[in-house]
C-alpha cells in the first residue's frame, strides 16, 4: 500500500530533525543515559538564590560566590578566593567599551552571587555525547605550518576548523587588550559554529594550555543565533577542558553573565557596536583576570595550569568557524563579508596589545597571518591612529572561489 501525503510529511519531519541535531538527539533516552545526563546537570546547576528570566529565555541563577562550579576542580578544593588583582598592567590609553546583555532588562544578581545560565537537559542532548558536551575537540587553536613574514597566509593544519587569524609569537607575554567588532553571522548548520576571540597559549601537543574568550554563535550548544559571551581554556591539548562556568573559572562579577546573550549587533553599513576584552596575569597572585568592558569578571588560577603558570608564549586574536562541511560551508566568519571591504562592511578586531614583562600594555607587532583557505575566509592587518594594531576577518564560506 502507497504511503499517504501524511506519513510521508511524518517521514520528512523526522529526517530532518536527525540532520540537523545529529546523532545525539536521535539515540535513545534509555535509564542509564537519563541517569548520566541529571547527573551532570546537578554537578553544572547549582542551587541559586535568585534566578532571573531573560528575555532570550535563557534562565540566570544567581548563585553564592562561593558554590560556583570552578571548586568542582580537584586543583580548587581549598582555594581562597580573590576579589581583586594585586595591579593592573600600564599602558591602558583605550576607553573601555560598556557591555549589554539582555537578561539585565529583567533585573540584576545580588552581591556575593555570580550569574550562571542555566544548562537544561535538552542543551546537553544537542551534544555529540554527553561526555563532550561544552568541550572542544583536539586541533581547536590556529597552528603554522611555515612562515613566510608578517604578511604570510600559511597554511593551517585546522581539519574541520577554518580561521582568520592574527599570531604574534611574544617569547613571554602576560596578557592583551583588544576591541572586538560584534556580529550575528549566519549559520549553516546545526552542528556549525562561528566565533571570534583571542587565545593566549604556552606549551605544545598535551601539555598545550590555552585561555580563549571572546564572542560565539553555536546553535548545538545554546539553542539559539544569538552571539555569545564565552570563555574556555584547557591545561593538556583539549583532552580536558571546557566551555563558560564549568569548573576551573573563578567568577568574581555579579553582572556579567558568561554564555549570556550580548547585544546590540553591527549592521552591514550601519552602525557598528565594539565591546573590549582585557586578559591579564596578576603580577603577585600568578592568576589570568579576566575583564569585559569595564567591568573585572573573573580568573583563571595559575594552578590549574602548567607552562600558563609561568607566562604565554603565543597569543592570537581573529575569527573561526567549525564545521562538519569545512570547505563546502555556508557558515558565515565575523560579518559573512572578506577583509577587502573595510569598516562597517568586514568585521575588525582594533587597539591590538600585549601585556609585556614590565605588566604594560604595548601595541601588537610583527603579525603573522593564518587563513588556511582565504577564498573561503581571510584577514588582513595595518596600523592606523584610531584603530591602532588592526585586523579586519571573515568570509562567506562556500562560494564559486572558495574550493
Not at 28 to 46: C, G, H, Y
Not at 301 to 315: E, M, N, R, V, Y
Not at 337 to 363: C, M, R, W, Y
Request: charged share 15%; net charge neutral.
Amino acid at each position: 500500500m502507497a504511503p499517504t501525503p501524511t506519513c510521508l510529511l511524518t517521514l520528512v519531519v523526522a529526517l530532518t530533525f536527525l540532520l540537523l541535531e545529529g546523532p545525539a538527539a536521535a539515540a535513545p533516552m534509555t535509564a542509564e543515559r537519563q541517569r548520566e545526563v541529571q547527573s551532570l546537570l546537578k554537578q553544572l546547576n547549582k542551587p541559586p538564590l535568585a534566578t532571573i528570566e531573560s528575555p532570550d529565555g535563557d534562565i540566570i541563577d544567581c548563585v553564592h560566590i562561593s558554590k560556583q562550579p570552578a571548586f568542582d576542580h580537584p586543583l580548587l578544593k581549598d582555594h581562597t578566593i580573590q576579589m581583586q588583582p594585586s595591579s593592573y598592567p600600564g599602558g591602558l590609553y583605550h576607553d573601555s567599551h560598556p557591555i549589554t546583555q539582555t537578561w539585565h532588562q529583567n533585573g540584576k544578581c545580588p552581591e556575593n552571587t555570580v550569574p550562571i545560565r542555566r544548562t537544561k537537559e535538552e542543551d546537553i542532548l544537542r551534544a555529540s555525547s554527553i561526555r563532550m558536551y561544552g568541550k572542544k575537540s583536539p586541533g581547536s587553536i590556529p597552528n603554522l605550518n611555515s612562515i613566510n613574514g608578517p604578511s604570510s597566509t600559511p597554511s593551517v593544519t585546522s581539519g574541520r576548523h577554518q580561521y582568520g587569524v592574527a599570531s604574534a609569537p611574544v617569547g613571554k607575554g602576560y596578557g592583551t587588550k583588544a576591541t572586538f567588532n560584534l556580529w550575528r553571522p549566519t549559520i549553516a548548520r546545526a552542528g556549525d559554529f562561528s566565533l571570534t576571540q583571542l587565545w593566549i597559549s604556552a606549551g605544545s601537543g598535551n601539555d598545550l594550555n590555552t585561555i580563549e574568550t571572546g564572542w560565539q554563535v553555536y546553535l548545538n550548544l545554546y539553542a539559539d543565533n544569538n552571539p555569545r559571551l564565552f570563555i574556555f581554556w584547557t591545561n593538556d591539548g583539549y583532552q580536558t577542558g571546557c566551555y563558560n562556568l564549568c569548573s576551573g573559572f573563578v567568577q568574581t562579577n555579579n553582572q556579567i553573565a558568561i554564555a549570556g546573550t550580548l547585544s546590540p549587533v553591527s549592521t552591514y553599513g550601519g552602525t557598528q557596536y565594539d565591546f573590549d576584552i582585557l586578559v591579564f596575569k596578576d603580577q603577585k597572585g600568578g592568576n589570568w583576570w579576566l575583564q569585559v568592558g569595564s567591568s573585572l569578571v573573573g580568573y583563571w588560577p595559575s594552578s590549574l595550569f602548567s607552562q600558563l603558570a609561568d607566562s604565554a608564549s603565543t597569543i592570537q586574536w581573529g575569527g573561526e568557524i567549525f564545521s562538519g562541511d569545512a570547505g563546502q560551508t555556508s557558515t558565515q566568519m565575523g560579518s559573512g563579508h572578506f577583509p577587502h571591504e573595510g569598516f562597517g562592511k568586514a568585521s575588525h578586531i582594533k587597539n591590538i596589545q600585549v601585556v609585556d614583562s614590565s605588566n604594560t600594555l604595548n601595541p601588537a607587532s610583527g603579525l603573522q597571518l593564518i587563513a588556511g583557505q582565504p577564498h573561503c575566509y581571510n584577514v588582513t592587518n595595518g596600523n592606523s591612529g584610531d584603530f591602532g594594531t588592526y585586523i579586519y576577518y571573515g568570509g562567506s564560506g562556500k562560494n564559486p572561489n572558495c574550493q
